[in-house]
């Protein structure tokens, strides 16, 4: 599997008949960087930095582990190093920003988890500044790590937990992240496994992706039902010009006789 060549953009529909954009099943959406920065600073001037952060994180998870599932349902792969890859990729495509891994050594089975990276053209960065004032004095890419931590956590089956040690969003040259597995020994990934709250969040990820492919075979069988339907129409409407054909039908009265 080739990323510059993956199938997965080929699954994207934009239906403007009904009015939704699809990857395969799912439904997506096209959000404007700055409406979403907007949305950023209300949450932050009526709940509070922190609860903004916890919010927009889980909500970062809740898009990487989403993702991840996708992945794993649509494509053939050999490993899941060879899944874990398409995070960063996703992320371009999905223009949030671009990722550079620095260093990687991925052993989950041995409990390895070592991971370094930079972003550049981080979304989140750019509306943080452009809305939030003053500058941070801390990491602001709260989506954008939610999202990888998400990723990586439903791609590997560990519990994986991305920070930032430099940001753009406030004042730093680059956007540095780091990732880990949860161990508790650093105290980074212990910080972070209050934020997420992990096992809340992928009991709910799991109820809803369960109801949400219900769903999606459903409609997928309805609409398949129409297109059969629709196919029998036409084949009957055919079947009625070809019998009527275009000549005139000429009858004949019988006189009334009388009595």
């Known amino acids: 599997m080739a990323l510059p060549k993956s199938p997965l953009l080929d699954l994207l529909r934009f239906d403007g008949a009904e009015g939704t954009i699809r990857w395969k099943h799912r439904r997506m959406l096209l959000l404007d960087a700055d409406?979403?920065?907007?949305?950023?600073?209300?949450?932050?001037?009526?709940?509070?930095?922190?609860?903004?952060?916890?919010?927009?994180?889980?909500?970062?998870?809740?898009?990487?582990?989403r993702d991840a599932l996708t992945s794993k349902e649509l494509l053939q792969w050999k490993d899941q190093h060879e899944l874990w890859k398409l995070g960063p990729w996703l992320h371009a495509q999905e223009g949030v920003g671009l990722c550079r891994v620095l260093h990687s050594r991925v052993d989950t089975a041995n409990n390895i988890f070592e991971v370094e990276g930079e972003w550049f053209n981080s979304y989140e960065a750019e509306q943080h500044r452009l809305h939030i004032e003053p500058i941070s004095d801390s990491p602001v890419c709260w989506t954008l790590t939610g999202y990888g931590s998400g990723h990586s956590s439903a791609i590997f089956?560990?519990?994986?937990?991305?920070?930032?040690?430099?940001?753009?969003?406030?004042?730093?040259?680059?956007?540095?992240?780091?990732?880990?597995?949860?161990?508790?020994?650093?105290?980074?990934?212990?910080?972070?496994?209050?934020?997420?709250?992990?096992?809340?969040?992928?009991?709910?990820?799991?109820r809803l992706v369960v109801s949400l492919e219900q769903n999606a075979r459903e409609l997928q069988s309805e609409r398949e039902k129409v297109g059969s339907l629709e196919i029998q129409l036409a084949h009957l409407q055919e079947a009625i010009t070809q019998g009527a054909g275009t000549d005139e039908l000429v009858g004949s009265a019988i006189p009334n006789s009388g009595t």
Do not use: H, P, W
């Open 157 to 206: 089956g560990r519990e994986v937990f991305y920070y930032e040690k430099e940001c753009q969003g406030k004042g730093d040259k680059r956007c540095l992240i780091v990732g880990n597995l949860a161990d508790d020994k650093i105290e980074e990934a212990r910080n972070l496994k209050t934020l997420y709250k992990v096992e809340n969040i992928e009991t709910e990820l799991s």
């Open 35 to 65: 409406a979403m920065g907007l949305l950023r600073r209300e949450l932050i001037d009526t709940l509070g930095l922190a609860a903004a952060k916890r919010i927009l994180t889980r909500f970062g998870y809740a898009c990487g582990y």
